[in-house]
Nanobody
Framework: QVQLVESGGGLVQAGDSLRLSCATS????????MGWFRQAPGKGREFVVV???????AYADSVKGRFTISRDNAHNIMYLQMNSLKPEDTAVYYC????????????????????WGQGTQVTVSS
C-alpha cells in the first residue's frame, strides 16, 4: 500500500504562484513513478505532469513553461511548482503513484496509476 497526502492548495489571484506537495509513505519512494492530475468543476480528471523514477518528466501542453514538477527521494515528497496561474487552472489537484516498472515510459493516463491522494483545491481568481 502507498499512502499519498497532498497539501499546498489555496485561493490565489491570476498571475500568482503556488507550490503543491505530495507526501508519500508505504513504499520506497524512488521506485515510484509519480504524477499530478486535476479535475475542474463539471469536467473529468486530466493529466498535468509526470515524473519518472529517473527524474524524466512530461507535461500537458496547457501547463508547459508554467509548472515544474520535482521529487525529493530522500524525504519521500513530490512537488508541483505552479507559476503564472490562470483561472482555468482552477481544479482539485491529485497526486498519483505508479508502482509498476515501465522503463523510460511515462504514464499519462489515470488507469496507469494505482494509488491516489485525496486531492487539494486550487482556486485562481481573475
Amino acid at each position: 500500500q502507498v499512502q499519498l497526502v497532498e497539501s499546498g492548495g489555496g485561493l490565489v489571484q491570476a498571475g500568482d504562484s503556488l507550490r503543491l506537495s505530495c507526501a508519500t509513505s508505504g513504499r520506497t519512494f524512488s521506485t515510484l513513478g509519480m504524477g499530478w492530475f486535476r479535475q475542474a468543476p463539471g469536467k473529468g480528471r486530466e493529466f498535468v505532469v509526470v515524473i519518472g523514477r529517473n527524474g524524466n518528466t512530461a507535461y500537458a501542453d496547457s501547463v508547459k513553461g508554467r509548472f515544474t514538477i520535482s521529487r525529493d527521494n530522500a524525504h519521500n515528497i513530490m512537488y508541483l511548482q505552479m507559476n503564472s496561474l490562470k483561472p482555468e487552472d482552477t481544479a482539485v489537484y491529485y497526486c498519483a503513484a505508479d508502482t509498476y516498472y515501465r522503463g523510460n515510459y511515462l504514464p499519462e493516463r489515470e488507469y496507469e496509476y494505482n494509488y491516489w491522494g485525496q486531492g487539494t483545491q486550487v482556486t485562481v481568481s481573475s
